[in-house]
């Protein structure tokens, strides 16, 4: 675990391990005590050095122990220990140094660490706040404000930065525990009073509680909902307000109030959920431990749209050079040109961050109009708009000019993979990989497997999503896939919501008080109201002839609303147009704002089409909306779509801005309890039976049949013959 594994010219260095990110396990603390205890006793050892095993110092507490019921011996009196210790202690980071791990080093007289390093205290993100002494020691080192920006975030801050900013004494390129040994001995016999961080005033701006007021108002609107960013500002007041020891004891008294609640719980299935959907199993028994990844050196994009651009600058920020291809010199002169102006914007970003050598990215791209020039790439995404015809004349020209072993990859959001892969002459090869928009920023990619899709390919795909720094989730080929085909009932109820008299401001605020980042009206000016509607059509949600809203609202018994393709022909496609559900300063504009003549608008459609006005609460607002993404969560299970809840709950937390907090639809849906959520869809279903969403799936019924099953227990239930990935 850890042993003071060698003494060198008095400099005792003790290995921290626990693979594979040694972890702080109560066992590791426990050996670590021991081994600072040890050389603090012995007389031929003058100084220490901490480092982590195989590359990395330490990953922070271990969240595997964290709903135990036994617990080990407390990080913070280990900390204490280092800190206390007359002779001088160096951290040598490499890898990460995160949560306990960074506390631990903060604990350290100096620190060490390797240019590729992040450190960073993310407890946010895991619903908890610092609780070894790193919210109250890092303001003492860097100042409050720059604290306040990583503990609310989570945020991993590289180690040049890290530098900038104080919390490390100095960057190396190699060699960091040599490094770190060398300034041991150095500093061997020197006073450590300044490096006891404890002991020092906390950096403050003037005017401190009005900064932390005004710090608390911004991260309530940013963090919707969310306890633990609230509680980091509240720990932050602590180490302003009072001594480090009482500072210690609120810091500790937050995080007891926080490792109880239901927050903290859905945030650790989050993080367990996102990285137990890599581990991918299909019916036939490949998986992700069979089968290979190919290497991805080369890569072409076809389509310099908005996602187009996007998928172009996430493969260069992975230093995949790029070959991007336009249909016509007009097109590519207008994507180049956006392309480039991204890039240039993520260059600067990164050479802010010390990356000196990030201009190189811009050798990475380069622009043509010649297919022949993808003939030995190894791999290509096609990103054009949205329609088969098209993509299928792509897919057959690929299938003649790309070398045997390049994987066709397309961004669809919804098309069906099998029937582009069915022009191909290599329909084992064809991938989905739908991005999300905007694509070098969003976290998710769903990777489509089609009937023919072979195990190296969803394996390639998987693993470039992880050297995107996406999260990859594969799903089944089915009309929108797993994430758009959860979202279309809820675009339908929120306006089926706003035709029965509700306002479209207040269903808004809803779901943002639910913890959406922006409400489903807001969220459908972005996307478009044109592109939404064309989808409902092209799915056959409603009649296209009958656009004009004259009907009885009933396609067949199936109840649709008109009204995106009322207010697309008025040409309100959204914040692109300047108005959708909402007016904006400009075209393009980002500030929505009420729009009196959409409350005019609604009135008349409503008395001409006889609605019945039922005004509902915000706490039915949220069912109303959220059961039916829930409920058809639950069909897709049953269809065998998704593997399993959890890969639909990292789907809506890293697609749709699900709030994280709450885990997910399905996690959602288990903390409620399953016969709750069903007794209220049958009674909405009961009181609108031509709202087929809302009629309970097969699969939830059966669950609840069996009482109120944690939701590891629901796939069992299912059994694998349903799958369909
Ligand atoms: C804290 O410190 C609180 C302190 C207060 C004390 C009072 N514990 O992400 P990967 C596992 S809170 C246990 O795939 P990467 C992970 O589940 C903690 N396990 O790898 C996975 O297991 P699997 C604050 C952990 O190279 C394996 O390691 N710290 C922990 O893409 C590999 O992980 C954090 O929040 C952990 N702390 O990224 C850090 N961390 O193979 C969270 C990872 O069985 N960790 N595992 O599936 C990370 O951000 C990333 O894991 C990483 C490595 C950057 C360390």
């Known amino acids: 675990m850890a042993a003071f594994s060698y003494i060198c010219d008095s400099v005792a260095v003790i290995t921290m391990s626990n693979p594979p990110v040694n972890a702080l396990s109560s066992a590791l603390i426990r050996a670590v005590q021991k081994a600072v205890e040890e050389a603090i006793g012995d007389f031929a050892v003058e100084a220490i050095v901490i480092r982590g095993d195989k590359g990395k110092f330490s990953a922070g507490a271990d969240i595997r122990e964290f709903n135990r019921l036994e617990r080990g011996p407390p990080l913070v009196s280990l900390i204490d220990l280092i800190e206390d210790s007359k002779k001088p202690v160096v ?269 190189n990215s811009l050798g990475l791209v380069q622009f043509t109009l010649d297919y022949g020039k993808l003939r030995d790439v190894d791999i290509v995404i096609e990103a054009v708009f949205e329609n088969m015809a098209l993509k299928k ?86 009309p929108l896939f797993v994430g758009n085909r959860l979202m279309l009932p809820y675009i339908q109820q929120a306006i089926f919501l706003v035709e029965e008299g509700n306002k479209v401001e207040e269903i808004d605020r809803a779901l943002e008080g639910f913890g959406f980042a922006m409400g489903p009206f807001q969220m459908m000016d972005l996307a478009g109201l044109d592109t939404l509607w064309r989808c409902h059509v092209e799915h056959g949600l409603t009649r296209p002839e009958q656009s004009t809203g004259t009907s009885n609202h009933c396609c067949g018994s199936k109840r649709y609303s008109p009204l995106l393709g009322i207010l697309s022909e008025k040409l309100r496609f959204g914040q692109k147009s300047g108005q959708g559900w909402y007016k904006y300063e400009k075209p393009g504009g980002r500030k929505a704002m009420s729009d009196p003549w959409l409350h005019n608008f609604l009135s008349e459609y409503r008395d001409a089409h006889n609605f019945k006005t039922q005004y509902i609460t915000q706490e039915e607002i949220i069912e109303w909306c959220l059961y039916v993404i829930i409920n058809e969560g639950f069909k897709a299970l049953e269809d065998g779509i998704a593997s399993g809840p959890e890969d639909i709950d990292v789907i809506y937390t890293n697609g749709y801005g699900w709030p994280k907090h709450t885990g997910g639809p399905m996690y959602y849906a288990s903390l409620v309890g399953l016969p709750v959520v069903l007794t209220k869809l049958e009674k909405y279903y009961e009181a609108n039976p031509d709202i087929p969403d809302l009629k309970p799936s097969m699969f939830l019924k059966k669950l609840v049949a069996y009482g109120n099953l944690p939701l590891k227990e629901w796939q069992f239930h299912l059994g694998s013959q349903n799958c369909k990935l």
Request: overall charge positive.
């Open 91 to 359: 951290a040598a980071i490499e890898g990460v140094a995160l949560g306990g791990g960074l506390e631990l080093a903060l604990g350290c007289h100096y620190r060490i660490a390797h240019a590729q390093a992040y450190v960073g205290l993310p407890e946010v993100l895991l619903g908890l706040v610092p609780a070894a002494g790193g919210a109250l020691r890092l303001p003492r080192l860097i100042g409050i404000s720059a604290t306040l920006s990583m503990i609310t975030t989570g945020k991993y801050v590289q180690a040049r930065e890290a530098l900038k900013l104080g919390i490390v004494d100095k960057v190396v390129g190699e060699n960091t525990v040599d490094e770190a040994i060398q300034l041991a001995k150095k500093v061997i016999g020197q006073p450590l009073g300044s490096r006891q961080l404890s002991t020092l005033p906390v950096q403050c701006p003037p005017n401190v509680e009005a900064f932390l007021d005004e710090a608390m108002v911004k991260v309530k609107k940013q963090f919707r909902g969310a306890q633990s960013p609230l509680a980091c500002v509240e720990v932050l007041r602590a180490a302003v307000q009072l001594p480090y020891l009482e500072g210690k004891k609120k810091e500790r008294e937050l995080f007891q109030f926080l490792y109880t609640t239901d927050q903290t719980r859905a945030q650790q299935y989050a993080f367990f959920a996102e990285r137990e959907v890599a581990k991918w199993t299909l019916p036939s028994g490949a998986s992700w431990k069979t089968a290979s990844p190919q290497p991805i050196r080369t890569a072409a994009v076809i389509g310099l749209g908005t996602m187009g651009r996007g998928i172009v600058i996430s493969l260069v920020k992975a230093k995949i050079p790029v070959i991007a291809l336009e249909q016509d010199k007009k097109q590519l002169d207008i994507g180049s040109k956006a392309v480039m102006s991204l890039l240039d914007r993520e260059i600067l970003k990164m050479e802010q961050l010390g990356h000196t050598e990030a201009t």
């Open 393 to 478: 004349e792509i897919f057959r020209h690929l299938s003649g000019i790309c070398k045997p072993e390049a994987f066709l990859c397309t961004n669809t959001s919804g098309l069906d993979i099998d029937e582009i892969a069915s022009v191909t002459d290599r329909p084992q090869m064809i991938v989905g990989t739908h991005f999300f928009a905007p694509a070098h920023i969003m976290k998710l990619l769903e990777v489509v497997r089609g009937s023919c899709t072979s195990s190296t390919s969803i394996s390639t795909a998987m693993q470039l999503a992880k050297n995107l720094g996406k999260i990859g989730v594969l799903v089944g080929n089915c």
